[in-house]
T-cell receptor, first 111, second 112 residues
């Protein structure tokens, strides 16, 4: 069974701080997605990473896919209250068509 | 391009009733997946449909069922509702040849 483990589960920081969220697995994924979800809404896609070692930047967010395509990280620079939300990583498992989701990291950025 | 739409956004039902939720995928997407999200369990996969055929199924009881129409719109049905079925139900569509799913806003189901 393929699993995606996210850490930390919860993070409460002050505005302006930096943070990193991790998504790890013992399995290889063809790609990984990162989503942000606000309460009562559906997850919104932030990025898809496909190539091992790939780094993508989206303003203050930096996403990295591990060389072996088993892990990924999301780094936020100078966090703002608007970054508050649930961050989910997801990957398409091998041997089937099911997308696997991590349990999520709940981020709260205090003004 | 319009995103994934789900109707209704909110539903209140009582135990024992049944409910049908609807999802319209992004135009051109033929794959539709359904998820249940609760605070305690996170996102749980229900099933995936592709070209009107169920392609994959999660570990949910038979009370949860779905179908997909020729225009790729999908419905899921929950019969004999239980209190534990209260959740946010999310639909996601996916284009061919990609791994990325795009989610709708969800339907919040409350079972009293």
């Amino acid at each position: 069974t393929q699993l995606l483990e996210q850490s930390p589960q919860f993070l409460s920081i002050q505005e302006g701080e930096n943070l990193t969220v991790y998504c790890n697995s013992s399995s290889v994924f063809s790609s990984l997605q990162w989503y942000r979800q606000e309460p009562g809404e559906g997850p919104v896609l932030l990025v898809t990473v496909v190539t091992g070692g790939e780094v993508k930047k989206l303003k203050r967010l930096t996403f990295q896919f591990g060389d072996a395509r088993k892990d990924s990280s999301l780094h936020i620079t100078a966090a703002q209250p608007g970054d508050t939300g649930l961050y989910l990583c997801a990957g398409r498992g091998t041997g089937g068509f099911k997308t696997i989701f991590g349990a999520g990291t709940r981020l709260f950025v205090k003004a | 391009k319009a995103g994934v739409t789900q109707t209704p956004r909110y539903l209140i039902k009582t135990r024992g009733q049944q409910v049908t939720l609807s999802c319209s995928p992004i135009s051109g997407h033929r794959s539709v997946s359904w998820y249940q999200q609760t605070p305690g369990q996170g996102l749980q996969f229900l099933f995936e449909y592709f070209s009107e055929t169920q392609r994959n199924k999660g570990n949910f009881p038979g009370r949860f069922s779905g179908r997909q129409f020729s225009n790729s719109r999908s419905e899921m049905n929950v019969s004999t509702l239980e209190l534990g079925d209260s959740a946010l139900y999310l639909c996601a569509s996916q284009g061919e040849g990609t791994d990325t799913q795009y989610f709708g806003p969800g339907t919040r189901l409350t079972v009293l």
